[in-house]
């Protein structure tokens, strides 16, 4: 594969930044010469090798004690194999393993699996290690997995190149990468299940000491044998990496599902002591994700059920899935169905045409879908065959669904052959559901001939969803770099201090916003001591304390101020400031009514880069407490997606008979701001923008407050 250059370490657009080139991962995700070091048959690890002996690869076995192993003579060390092998299992200590990678480098191997722990998560001594390894590695150009990690399942090939146990797997396109490695295990068992999903990477990144989640997501992009992706990640250390090569996985059609682990503050300590990692705010990695067209997950069963059908199906037979039928044969299974499909958000439309075909075919029937087909299945010859026919070839449904409890202990019936028949020719999905739990083994046939097989109704629904949610994804959407907008000038107005930080002062904060294009409302400022003078604007007024970040508190407000009551606002503003020891420059505006109001807030730097957040103000944001975001910059795209997740609050279209809002005038507002976070990525603390006030000639930011950071 083709190795590409890029910034290490370094923020991309950082002119200090040494570009080195990543190293090629396809020697070491799919070796043809594998040594294992420290591994003999008594060892707790022989299981890793006596699995992967029945592979197409050439062995090497590397022990200072040993003369032999699993009956071939062993090498002292990795420098005697005098060969440049592809990948280096080490099953030895810390320090050990950095002697391990130093030798694999002198012989050209492809990279080194190191499972040790004692390093970076250990505090400085393990620091040390770990950047003996990282400069013994980027000398060769080689790939390192882990350490702190359990290694590299390659299924297809048959190669175990880990410390877990053996466990079940299917060879199958879905390729994964964990920070935590007993992910790896757990993906296994939950797919280990009539239907489930087939395997083919499994990598535990570790501590990711030299090659991490970017690099792998990187290569599965490429890789011919993946045609999915799992994720399930503590912190990502490249965000401009990663999101790249998600564009590539999403632009070569293959899903990535993903789970944040370290959601909370208390598994970010674990996560600190477990990898060395601290992880930061997963509010900001779910925006990510869904701007970088990333499907989430909750747990590793949920992770699974997400993916199964997309593993399962070819990609031709994936849809939309914007009409799902359901069928059964008991009235409380579709009930259940039903009441499912709304919660998980699926489509199951009822489609009033097909009422008259019901009616007549089914006694008693009278929902069309999810269609409770009766006992009288089994009873009226030809019924079940007429439904398939019917509901097949309905334009109104892109996807089929069976549900029964096609437990162990059921025989297959004719309903299911049936149903098999049908979904074998279509160019439908067509999924069986077990009600509840797993379904029986013999469910296995179905899928060998094109058919889903799911886990659970819920689970089944879910991996609809995630199929229906990828092929909706709007092409283009992406997670760009924040280098793509020139960096700005911090202003040169000196900062106040203030219990929030280091904060721009109202007209610095307004001309920023002003300059970047956001439109502001005019503002007059009276400073201290100076005479009143009136505005060149017209009354009313809003009077109010310039400097101060929360005004209200200290009642630093006065609204709807006439040309005569000024000077006494003013007097009284000057007063609340003397005794409050604030800053007493007093800002004047015109009072901007609207029928709308909206906040936008601004971080010029996360865990994953700049991000804007965005929520209805005045009232809903109070009742609603809902806040929206995507990273920075933002395309005009990006920002009609984000205002369109409020769309369900009816706010937009104008409620009991007021304006409606000026969409595209608000994407415009909320481009700029992205581009003023990204471009002031690196001094811009915060801004918020607040309120925005939905005016008859657009959106008009009344109010700012921005800090900075001191260094």
Known sequence: MERKTEMIDQIPDDPAAVAVSRPDLDRLLNPKAVAFVGITDESRWAHAVEYSLDSDTEFFFVHHKAAHAFGQRTYPDVRSIGRPVDAVFSALGAERTVDAVEQAAEIGAGGVIACAAGFSELGQEGVLLQQRMVEAARAGNMPVIGPNGVGLVNVGHHLHLSM?????????????????????????????????????????????????????????????????????????????????????????????????????????????????????????????????????????DDLIDRVQFLEQLPRNRWTPVRGLAILTATGGFAQLASDLADVEG????????????????????????????????????????????????????????????????????????????????????????????????????????????????????????????????????????????????????????????????????????????????????????????????????????????HRTEHGAVRIGVDIGMLASAVDELRTIAHSHRLPATVAVQPMVSGHGEAFIGLKGDSELGPVVAFGLGGIFVEVMGRIEGRMAPMTPDDAAELIEEFSDTGVFEGLRGSTRWDRQALSRVLVASSHLAAGGRHWIESIDINPLIVTADGPIAVDGLCLVRTH
């Not at 045409?353 to 089994?378: H, K, S, W």
Request: aromatic share 8%; net charge negative.
């Open 346 to 549: 699926v489509d199951v439309p009822e489609v009033e045409r097909l009422c008259p075909f019901v009616e007549e075919t089914i006694p008693g029937g009278a929902v069309t879908n999810p269609l409770d087909i009766t006992g009288f299945a089994g009873v009226i010859d030809g019924l079940w065959h007429k439904v398939l026919t019917e509901y097949s070839s309905a334009p109104e449904f892109d996807a089929l669904m069976f549900s029964s409890q096609h437990a162990e202990w059921n025989e297959p019936l004719f309903a299911d052959i049936e149903f098999a028949e049908f979904g074998s020719v279509s160019d439908k999905p067509f999924v069986i559901a077990p009600l509840a739990g797993q379904g029986g083994a013999w469910l296995e046939r179905y899928r060998d001939e094109g058919i889903a097989v799911g886990n659970g109704l819920r689970g089944c629904l879910r991996g609809l969803k995630a199929m229906g949610s990828f092929m909706r994804i709007r092409p283009g959407s992406w997670v760009r770099p924040p280098a793509q907008v020139p960096a700005l000038q911090r202003p040169m107005a000196t900062p106040l201090v203030v219990a929030e930080g280091s904060m721009l002062p109202f007209g610095a904060t307004m001309d920023l916003l002003s300059s970047a294009g956001i439109p502001t409302a005019p503002y007059h400022l009276i400073s201290v001591d100076a005479a009143v003078s009136p505005p060149s604007f017209a009354g009313p007024y809003v009077v109010k304390l310039a400097d101060v970040a």
């Open 164 to 300: 877990l146990p053996i466990f079940r797997r299917r060879a199958g396109g879905l390729s994964a990468a964990t920070h935590s490695g007993a992910m790896i295990e757990a993906m296994a068992a939950a797919a280990s299940r009539p239907g489930g999903v087939g395997f083919n990477l499994l990598v535990s990144a570790g501590n990711e000491a030299v090659t991490d989640v970017a690099d792998y997501l990187d290569y599965f992009a490429d890789d011919e044998d993946t045609r999915i992706i799992a994720l399930a990640v503590e912190k990502i250390r490249r965000p401009d990496a990663f999101f790249d090569a998600a564009r590539r996985c999403l632009e070569a059609g293959k899903p990535i599902v993903a789970i944040k682990l370290g959601r909370s503050e208390r598994t970010q300590r674990m996560a600190a002591s477990h990898t060395g990692t601290l992880t930061g705010d997963a509010w900001v990695y779910d925006v990510a994700f869904k701007q970088a067209g990333i499907l989430p997950a909750e747990d590793i």
